[in-house]
């Protein structure tokens, strides 16, 4: 497979920034990495020295801003307007999983991180936060705006935390060519999708959400699908280049995908990824993609696998996904641990 610069699209094998100036819950924004994987940080000697040999990290998509459904059991799935309800289930999930250094959270409105960052047990955590913006769902020629949660929550987008009072947040972007010039399954045009890297602890935390595919297509040719999909795998490029520069890497979030390269249309667009970094799962994997699934419908049965970590492909890396259905979200918290 092959990949034509400029404008994102597919092109057979062999064939020849917008940054969000708001959002600022704690620490402070700089620029992002230098031109190399593995390379000096500039940090200091105590900076590397106070930096835990392992670091243990939280990626969920936690759907803050979707209208409640009703499951078979009566449970609401989503949490549209109920900023006390996802900031509280954000909590109570970090409490289950003892020693968390990071969590990288998607589908989340800023009320909810400023919530989030009131509540008891959450001292000592800094947020960042960074709004995706879109055209809307009317016309494809509409404004670029940024999305706003329902309820006045303010913006809809992505968050990290990590738990340290020396951060350094850096949000960004997709490139304009990263962006599909379509509709996505939500009905929403033009998507640019955000991300948020944050600095701390001897180590670049990166999280993101990468745009949903919109399916119905079997191929990287169908023209339709090749918008999607080129420009998501443009995103997993930018990404992986996150970590240019940094000793010690961890990147993740709803990348929207499977891991399994033979198993859909969707698997090649994150190879830029496996290819400089080592994903959770791989290591008890014997080095193969794979990993439970974290979507789930509304009773509770899983779907695929599309909320990942990643870090240095040198680091040793194990991760975990519940077996419970998770009622809050259609999707299911991971928690990954790595060790440098």
Known sequence: MSFRSGRARWVPAGATALVLAGGLLAGTAVAGGAPSHGGDT????????????????????????????????????????????????????MQQHEGLHAVLLQEICYADVEKLRTLDGMGGWSFGFSGIHDRGSGSSKGEIRKRQCAKGRGGFGVAVGVKSGDVKFDRFHYATRNV????????????????????????????????????????????????FLTSQYGQAEELAAK??????????????????????VTAPLLDPLYGGYKECSQDAAGGDRTGKGTFQNQSGKRGSKLDYVFGNSSAKASCSVTDQHVTLSDHVPVTATVTF
């Not at 990147?251 to 995908?257: F, I, K, R, T, Y």
Request: proline residues 4%.
């Open 180 to 227: 599909p010039n379509a509709r996505d399954t939500w009905g929403h045009w033009n998507v640019k999708q955000a991300g948020v890297c944050a600095d701390a602890l001897g180590t670049r935390f990166c999280g993101t959400h990468f745009t949903p595919f919109k399916g119905g297509h079997g191929s990287w040719d169908d023209k339709k699908a090749s918008e």
């Open 42 to 93: 500039g940090s200091s000697d105590a900076e590397q020295a106070a930096a835990p040999a392992s670091v243990k990290v939280m990626t969920w998509n936690v759907c803050a801003n979707s209208a409640p459904r009703k499951d078979d059991k009566g449970q609401a799935l989503c949490a549209n307007g109920q900023t006390d309800r996802v900031a509280g289930g954000i909590r109570w999930h």
């Open 243 to 264: 970590g240019k520069g940094h000793s010690r890497v961890v990147l993740g979030g709803d990348l929207n995908a499977s891991p399994k390269q033979d198993s859909t």
